[in-house]
């Protein structure tokens, strides 16, 4: 077997010169494991705590990392929190003051107003979840800050979410606190620009550099604050030293279609064994395409995917996917427990990825997304052992013939999601 160069065959992109060596990653399971390795950076913190999430929900284990960010305002560190107007419509008045007491800086990326997500440029969503302590720690993976009992839309669940993220040190926490620093400054744009501050606007507007101008928002960043003496990991057996790894963003600028390509590419390549566990599972053609032509060359290919009922559109669009993976070949396992949030992929133990990036039109073509791949094969070794138990004793197979033996009304629903599906998608200018 050859070996596996994680910058060309991932799609993977050096930058500002950034090696891709010398990473410590620890895989984390739910926010049972996230939140207290969270709390315990932010109390460590001496200068900066960045926060990006989709949700955030002040109840239940989720108050711990509030109260983290609070306490470290409290003692002098700059804290910013950035929330999604669709996943975080609004953070509680009790917590607002909370947060403006102890200095917490906080904004909501592209807040809904009356009849907003009629305008399909409001669809473009902040989905990833990052967190930056000190510029030498970082979090990357889907998990947002809500208690893992806790579902927005399926309510109180009797089982722990299904979800993974990445505890991080090494080169690529400087992309994280660039990719984070360029987003907080067009927030800063449009903050000063609604108030009617013409002024500001242009100050801040002045200040704000080209996503890619990695090494100039690191100077001025490091000015400022400057980077603290990296962080001790906490070692644990899910956790790898000295691995190479690149974060991969998605935006709808310089970076619209980094992660799908890494995908492509790695699948393109597979010769033994894919297994993919992720939450919301409708792949375009080219997804497809790659993982129906994986199959019936002789790869095992294994989907761990959401089982609960959640959205019409969601749930229906993707059975005719399904129907066609499983024609050729394609093991499909839906999680049986309780919700199923994970982003997460490895293939032939060489390539792997823990991220915020489902597999769907949203993921692929609208939101800002952020994932951490790696070649290492301890850690892939490592997920790929956790993904097989979790298919072996968590997923119920589906079957072809059950699937296309459904009754014709359920069916024709389906065609119907899968149509609104594309007609929604071809309002946005996309063809999926």
Known sequence: MRAFALGKQSGARSTSGTRNGGHQ?????????????????????RSLVHLETYIFQFAGSALSVAQALERAAQRGVQVR???????????????????????????????????????????????????????????????????????????????????????????LVRNMVAAMETLWRRLQVVRKASQGELK??????????????????????????????????????????????????RDNL???????????????????????????????????????LAARRGVRVRLLLHGKYEHFLQYR??????QWLVDAGVEIYEYAPSALHAKVAVIDQRWATVGSTNLDPVSLLLAREADVMTSDRRFCALLHH??????????????????????????MLDRIAFGLMRASLFVTGHRY
């Not at 669009?317 to 399904?322: E, L, N």
């Open 254 to 292: 310089s970076n619209r279609h980094d992660i799908e390509r890494a995908y492509l590419r790695s699948i393109a390549t597979a010769r033994r064994d894919i297994v993919i566990a992720n939450g919301y599972f409708i792949p375009g053609r080219k997804m497809r395409r790659a993982l129906m």
């Open 200 to 249: 500001a606007t242009w100050k801040a507007l002045r200040k704000t550099h080209p996503v890619g101008d990695f090494s100039r928002i690191l100077q001025k960043f490091e000015a400022r604050v400057g980077l603290g003496p990296a962080h001790t990991a906490q070692q644990l057996p899910q956790g790898v030293d000295d691995a190479h790894a690149v974060l991969l963003l």
């Open 317 to 322: 669009a993707a059975r005719p996917v399904f």
């Open 386 to 411: 956790r993904l097989d138990g979790l298919v072996l004793h968590a997923g119920q197979r589906l079957d072809a013939s059950a699937l296309s033996l459904r009754p014709w009304h359920q069916r």
């Open 25 to 45: 990653l620890l895989l984390l399971q739910g926010g049972d494991e996230l939140f207290p390795a969270l709390v315990e950076a932010m109390d460590a913190a």
């Open 81 to 171: 929190l950035v929330v999604d107007g669709i996943g975080t419509p609004k953070v509680p008045l009790e917590w607002q003051q909370r947060f403006s007491r102890a200095g917490v800086h906080w904004r909501t990326f592209a807040p809904l107003g009356t009849l907003s997500l009629l305008i399909p440029s409001r669809w473009r969503r902040l989905h990833r979840k990052l967190c930056v302590v000190d510029g030498t720690i970082g979090f990357c993976g889907g998990i947002n800050i809500i208690d893992d009992l806790d579902d927005v839309a399926l309510g109180r669940l009797s089982e722990p979410r299904l979800d993974f993220s990445l505890r991080v040190s090494g080169p």
